[in-house]
């Protein structure tokens, strides 16, 4: 017997998930809150990791796939401080073990991968409720319910299934973003294509900075990042994208105009985003047929292993079911128990101290530096 699997969450996590079931022919739906696939704009460059991000996809026999998306020249980086001056710069030599795509392009990989109707896009859980003996049902925006006995919540920080195994939500961490997009930046703002480079750059001060990586068509994609307080800009309509952009750069006062142009010369409206995340350790009692991968599971800082961890959890997932065709808990207890572990030891991160923290610019170097003579 094979339990056919609910999917909720049509991103990286719970898309590897789906295709590595589909691969053992585990019959699988994914319910999708968005309208399409192209509804949003799916983020920016994603480093693929080998033991994470790139295992899972090869579990997804994709790895092949991922190759032709691979941006060449992209896994340089430097380090700037607040007046242009590069403390750091690492070219991208070839031999880097991390390909940087973009999520979009990867995201496509996978939902082509997948026969047609696997996601039902359009399909928005608005709730969820324990039926006993493992089942549950799944009720939809649209009126209707599903009935499932294996659900999994990939439907990332809000999720919507997380309440049946945990009572966490996520915290704020005091770290905002404001995200921006220059497009055909070496035409029309060479200085700031100059600084970004081949790849990505962090310009940093204690409290503040920049982060900026080059996309494919000479699109810089950049974020400005602060230490605030979560009710920052709640004065401001976050469609005010004047009052958005003068609020965001005035704390970059003094900076080089190369570095303020990646907020003040964005051709998309600045996007505010607060960072929350999940207690690092998040985990959950069993609870029959029904689990969580993502954030859904263990929301962190961004700190380059968040959509790496949810297609690792995808794949081990679908391992895991496809090798316990009439077992679903032993299936659920050996993903969880190793992805608990994995989890918590990538959410003891300390990334924002040090990038920035009292000693930023510098502490970056550092922890940058001997990362490199290691590898
Ligand atoms: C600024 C920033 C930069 C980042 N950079 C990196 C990076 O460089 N490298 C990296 O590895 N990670 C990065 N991350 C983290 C990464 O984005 C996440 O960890 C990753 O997207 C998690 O994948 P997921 O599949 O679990 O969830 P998500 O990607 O959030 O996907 C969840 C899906 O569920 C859907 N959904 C939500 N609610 C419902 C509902 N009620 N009904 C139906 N569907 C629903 C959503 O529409 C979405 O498609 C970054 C995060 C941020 C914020």
Redesign the pocket.
Known sequence: MTTPVTI????????VLARVLHLHGVPVTV????PSPTT?RQ?????V?PWS?QAALDAAGLLGGLRELVLEGRESYRVLDRTGTVLLDRPDDGTGARPEVQ?GALRRLLLDSLPRGTVRWG????GVRALGAGRHEVRLADGTTVVTNLLVG???????VRPLLSDSTPRYTGVC?V?TFLFDADARHPAAAAAVGAGSLFALAPGRGLLAHRESGGTLHA?AQLLKPRDWLADVDPDDAATVTARTVEEFDGWAPELTTLITGSDTPPVL?R?FALPAGHRWDRVPGVTL?????H??P?????????ML??AELGRAIAAHPDDPEAALVEFERAMFTRAAEAANDDTYEIMLGEEAPHSTVAMLTPAERAS
Not at 8 to 15: E, F, K, N
Not at 31 to 34: G, K, L, M, Q, R
Not at 43 to 47: H, N, R
Not at 293 to 297: E, V
């Open positions: 909720i969450g049509a991103g990286l996590g719970g898309l319910h999708e809150a968005e949003r983020g920016g460059m994603l480093d990791q991000g999520r399909s928005k859980v608005t990939a439907d990332g920080a809000w999720s919507r973003l995200e974020y985003r960072l991968l993502g954030d859904a599971a929301l962190m961004p700190n380059g292993e968040g959509a790496n961890l949810a959890d995808g």
